[in-house]
C-alpha cells in the first residue's frame, strides 16, 4: 500500500522548537530546514511527502515544486493550506493509498480524517523525525564500517599502524 504524507508547513514550524526559533529572524531558512527534514523522513520511509505553505507568508505563488523529490506546495491567494490539504486528501486517497495529514490544528485533524486520512501531530512526527535521524545515523556508521574493513583479517593495532603509514605519520 502506498503511503503519502501532507505536512502543513507552517503549522510544523510554528510547533517544532527548534524551527520555532529559527523563523523568528529567519522564515525561508525555517522553511528550508523542515524541507530538508521532510527529504530525510521521505528517503528513510519511503512515503510520499507534500509541504503545503500557504500564500498569505510568500504572497502571489500559488505554486508548486519539486525539491529533494518532495512535493512542495504554495497555496494560491485566498487559500490556505487546510483548504489545499483537504483537496489533496480527497485527489490521493485511494484504495491502495494511505494519506497522512501531519498537523497540530485540530480541526484540520478533524476534517481530514472525515476525508479518510489518518492524524499525525507535529509532536508525533517529530518524534518520528528523531527515530529516522537514529536510523540514518546507524546506516551511515554500518556503510563506514563496510569501507574500513579489509580482506586480511588484522587486529586494531596493526591497522593503526598501517593508517599511520598511509598517512606519512611514521
Known sequence: ???????DGYNIIGDW???????KDDLEGAR??????MAEYQAFSGMKVYIIFDAHMVPGI???YKNYRLEIIYTRENETADERI???VKKL?????????????????????GYGA???SARELRVEMGIVKKGIDKEV???KKRENTTKIPISDEMAEIFEKWRRGDM
Open 62 to 64: 500559488g505554486k508548486k
Open 1 to 7: 500500500m502506498a503511503e503519502i504524507l501532507l505536512v
Open 17 to 23: 522548537p527548534e524551527l520555532k526559533e529559527l523563523k
Open 118 to 120: 489518518l492524524r499525525k
Open 93 to 113: 486517497k485511494r484504495i491502495d493509498t494511505q494519506v497522512y495529514v501531519a498537523t497540530s490544528d485540530f480541526v484540520e485533524q478533524s476534517v481530514t480524517f
Open 141 to 143: 556508521r554500518k556503510s
Open 32 to 37: 528550508d530546514q523542515l524541507i530538508e527534514k
Open 86 to 88: 483537504e483537496k489533496l
